[in-house]
């Protein structure tokens, strides 16, 4: 047996059919090794007996759950707030990953690889709209962002404590771990897996919910938006310039022609400018809003783990 503790946490949210093969499968995966589990349950309307049961059945099970749904990286962040481990692996519940690489991930962390990032060969089987979705918005990230973003790294990944400690570090509620993960620099090191379907249950990322998290990518990693909308601005300004100097002309030489035309185009291709310049301004606002709010980034009701021991969050 190895001195040294693995903690994987696993955000679950309505996943309860998954549950007792995940812990099975993770049983298996890591027999060589000291390790906890900790589940987070992500406010599931069907998951808390299943989350109890299996903690009963091995005291290296626990669980953490919600007062409500906190969303993917909430629970990500109560999970790592919580764990014990000398290394922390995050997976999901739905066995698209498979838990048997992490041996593998482990051995990279012990090479001195602080980061171990697992990342997809083959996209799994998701459905096309997703997997484009998906591409384009790396795409832009990569372009966006101001620190290099492991493409297809999803949120199986293998971190140090110390990494670990800077996540506990960072409250807020506009979480995006990929893109701290990719600020935090580090050593390193991804392995490669095939992903395989979800076992039970649907998808539980809806449209809105990656909406949402893209968006969070997007303002979390840089303020680059804010910049093209002052370029846009500048680049419109200097355009308008001109061509309040051709109308000035006109007007002047007698020329003038009735131009409805292109007043109305150029009235409506303008205002609807401002508007998406006014939208990111407001994007950004919102988040500092919502920050300076100081809200917690979660709420646990129920657990069976003793909190005073573990990491709370200072808000
Ligand atoms: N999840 C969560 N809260 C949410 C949405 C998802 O805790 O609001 C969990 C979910 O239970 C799973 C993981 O996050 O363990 C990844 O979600 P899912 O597999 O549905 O996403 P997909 O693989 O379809 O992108
Ligand atoms: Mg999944």
Redesign the pocket.
């Known amino acids: 047996m190895n001195d040294f503790l693995i903690s994987v946490v696993?955000?679950?949210?309505?996943?309860a059919e998954n549950i007792p093969v995940l812990i099975n499968r993770l049983k298996l995966a890591l027999a060589a090794y000291s390790f906890e589990i900790i589940l987070?349950n992500?406010g599931s309307t069907d998951t808390q007996q299943e989350l109890e049961l299996a903690s009963t059945l091995d005291s290296r099970v626990s669980y953490l759950s919600f007062s409500r749904?906190f969303?993917?990286q909430a629970?990500l962040k109560a999970g790592i707030d919580h764990a014990q481990g000398d290394c922390i692996v995050t997976l999901?519940?739905?066995m698209?990953k498979p838990p048997e690489i992490i041996p593998e991930m482990i051995i990279l962390w012990q090479k001195g690889n602080e980061i171990v990032t697992a990342v997809s060969k083959n996209e799994?089987q998701?459905g096309r709209f997703?997997r484009w979705t998906s591409a384009w918005f790396y795409r832009m990230l990569t372009w966006l962002a101001e620190h290099p973003i492991v493409q297809h790294g999803?949120d199986f990944r293998l971190f140090d404590q110390k990494v670990a400690n800077v996540i506990r570090g960072i409250s807020g509620q506009n979480l995006y771990l990929r893109g701290i993960f990719a600020w935090a620099g580090y050593t390193q090191a991804t392995v490669f897996y095939r992903e395989e379907k979800?076992m039970a249950g649907t998808?539980?990322?809806s449209l809105i919910?990656m909406l949402n998290l893209a968006s969070n990518g997007i303002t979390s990693l840089s303020i680059k938006p804010l910049r093209m909308a002052l370029a846009m601005g500048v680049g419109f300004a200097f355009l308008a310039t001109v061509y309040g100097m051709y109308a000035i002309t006109i007007v002047f030489l007698g020329m003038t022609v009735p131009g409805w035309a292109s007043l109305v185009a150029s009235i409506v291709f303008l205002s609807s400018i401002q508007l998406i310049v006014l939208g990111v301004i407001g994007e950004y606002i919102g988040k500092i809003y919502r920050e300076v709010s100081q809200r917690p980034t979660y709420l646990i009701s129920k657990t069976n783990l003793d909190l005073s021991q573990t990491y709370q969050q200072v808000d």
């Not at 696993?10 to 996943?15: K, R, S, T």
């Open positions: 696993v955000p679950c949210y309505n996943e987070v992500d749904n969303g993917h629970a999901d519940a739905d698209q799994g998701p997703k999803a979800r998808t539980k990322y919910k």
